[in-house]
């Protein structure tokens, strides 16, 4: 079906999702692997991001070799000031390791919620300067992309059908690279978070209320089960604190996480924020699809001790602190 068919339908969604479900464990499906793998590497500048990426792979091992890999960035809208977007440089980095790994081929995908213009937000981002430097690398407009319906079954909203992109139901492999910032509704947004630039604006609107309307929380978890994330390489080199995830300052994390379990990988960002993971929500309600507990994580690289910082956050999220 395609997007042209479909521009009303952002509006009937509305009007059919203003109710909120609460969370019922039972609803989740149980996913969680016996272990998951995360790597801290520390990376202090975007120009040693190829060093970081290869060796952060090494350390987590994704299959790629003859697949179809789409690379999930956080691309929202561009400041010049403000850290609200994944590095292109760090996409760059991971689209060359992916090939250098055998991918059979890597795809650049990202719907913004905040701009419609997604060609202006590339221009102005750099992302475009730096997939065109590559020449193999190419970029898909998700907002604008055909789209198939996806019934859905855990109950956490009032949305029985989502209208995925072709282009993410058809890889064999979705890697999350989410920015690491602290968010003023959900306390806090990476890989779980970012999958919210999956569902087409041309249907959801810009920008896509109609998840916040559902309960910001019961749509992550619902996204994260009906669109499995199968590797995850968060961008904590500048990262965001406080007002997130879009006027806060920038904080110098100055590291890589890198996981096969966006759950792990959520709840190692947190706890590098400072953040305990057990007391933000849909980590909570997610639990059932991956591991927060650290006994249950075989941590690589760096340990989370030594790269952690206290993040600023906002009053409302005070109570997060580990």
């Known amino acids: 079906m395609k997007r042209r068919s479909l521009m009303g339908a952002g509006a009937l969604a509305a009007t059919a999702g203003l109710g909120i479900h609460q969370f019922k464990a039972s609803h989740v499906p149980y996913r969680r692997p016996r272990r998951s793998h995360v790597a801290v590497l520390r990376c202090d500048r975007y120009e040693r991001t190829p060093q970081a990426v290869e060796q952060g792979l090494r350390l987590v091992r994704p299959s790629v ?77 998700l907002n604008f ?54 569902l087409p604006g041309s249907v959801y609107g810009w920008p896509k209320n109609v998840l916040h309307w559902q309960g910001i929380d019961n749509s992550i978890v619902e996204l994260a089960v009906s669109v499995p994330i199968h590797f995850v390489i968060a961008d904590g080199i500048e990262a965001m604190e406080g007002n997130g995830p879009l006027h806060g300052p920038m904080r110098r994390l100055g590291c890589l996480v890198f996981s096969d379990d966006p759950v792990a990988a959520d709840a190692t960002c947190c706890r590098l924020m400072g953040i305990d993971p057990g007391r933000v929500r ?30 600023e956050l906002l009053t409302e999220f005070v109570h997060l602190r580990a």
């Open 145 to 198: 992309d055909s789209v198939r319906r996806v019934a859905l079954g855990t109950g956490l909203t009032q949305l029985e059908e989502i209208w995925l992109p072709t282009t993410v139901q058809s890889a064999d492999v979705v890697i999350s690279v989410p920015k690491i910032k602290t968010h003023h509704w959900a306390g806090v947004t990476l890989s779980l978070k970012n999958s919210f630039g999956i």
């Open 282 to 311: 849909h980590l909570q309600m997610a639990s059932r699809l991956g591991n927060l507990d650290v006994a249950n994580i075989e941590q690589r690289g760096e340990s989370v001790d030594r790269v952690m910082q206290q993040f």
């Open 65 to 141: 070799q003859g697949r179809r890999v789409l690379l999930k960035p956080n691309l929202v809208e561009y400041s010049p000031v403000a850290p609200i977007n994944t590095h292109p440089m760090l996409i760059v980095a991971v689209i060359d390791a992916l090939y250098g790994l055998g991918a059979a081929s890597v795809i650049v995908a990202e719907g913004p919620g905040h701009i419609r213009d997604t060609d202006l937000l590339l221009h102005e981002s750099g992302l475009r300067a730096q997939l065109d430097s590559l020449k193999r690398a190419s970029f898909v407009d």
